[in-house]
């Protein structure tokens, strides 16, 4: 299986800030790998997929990047409605469709 | 604009089995992968496995002996069956549609959600 791992596992920040998520694959996975938010309470939704691709109706405030076994999440400005858990998922090979294990955005 | 909508039992016993349902409503029900995801309490989002519109299925290894997902093309549904059922299986669950460019197994990504249902397992 490919292990999904994210850093940090928890960030406090400020209406505002730039906020940068790292997510490592354990193999390469090209740049099969997606990004969903998740708020308490509701279901996950789809944010960047293929690492960079912006689903419909996404802010441009966020964005991703990288390729092989490192890739970043970035919210340019911080939004109320930001603060969630975020979770990043490859998609390169299956079964499993493996996630990391969460980043957890909380007001400063 | 597509929904799905989820439903099943919410409080079981150890040793039943879970039995949820997801019915998917707009959109075509070809061409995608039906997939279960759930996250136990504190937790993260763990994969359970999906179901194309022919019925072929991919589960995680961790789950396989005891999961069943099955797809009722008639009434563009799928269902998930989860057996021996410990305290550790006790999470919201959610289905979900898996799209993906290749028409293949890769690049897929999880572009709609139905509500999630909490399952609790507790003698």
């Known amino acids: 299986d490919i292990q999904m791992t994210q850093s940090p596992s928890s960030l406090s920040a400020s209406i505002g800030d730039r906020v940068t998520i790292t997510c490592r694959a354990s193999?390469?996975?090209?740049?099969?790998l997606n990004w969903y938010q998740h708020e308490p309470g509701k279901a996950p939704k789809l944010l960047i997929y293929a690492a960079s691709i912006l689903q419909s109706g996404v802010p441009s405030r966020f964005s991703g990047g990288g390729s092989g076994t490192a890739f970043t999440l970035t919210i340019s400005s911080l939004q109320p409605g930001d603060f969630a858990t975020y979770y990043c998922q490859q998609s390169y090979s299956a079964p499993p469709r493996t996630f990391g294990q969460g980043t957890k955005v909380e007001i400063k | 604009q597509v929904q799905l909508q989820q439903w099943g039992a919410g409080l079981l016993k150890p040793s039943e089995t879970l039995s949820q349902t997801c019915a998917v409503y707009?959109?075509?029900?070809?061409?995608?992968?039906w997939s279960w995801i759930r996250q136990p309490p504190g937790k993260g989002l763990e994969w359970i496995g999906e179901v194309n519109h022919n019925g072929a299925t991919n589960y995680n290894p961790s789950l396989k002996s005891r999961v069943t997902i099955s797809v009722d093309t008639s009434k563009n549904q799928f269902s998930l069956k989860l057996r021996s059922l410990t305290a550790a299986d006790t999470a919201v669950y959610y289905c979900?549609?898996?799209?993906?460019?290749?028409?293949?197994?890769?690049?897929?990504?999880?572009?709609?959600w139905g509500q999630g249902t909490l399952v609790t397992v507790s003698s």
């Open positions: 707009g959109g075509s029900f070809s061409d995608y992968y």
């Open positions: 979900a549609r898996g799209r993906g460019a290749r028409g293949d197994l890769i690049g897929v990504y999880l572009d709609y």
């Open positions: 193999q390469t996975i090209s740049t099969y």
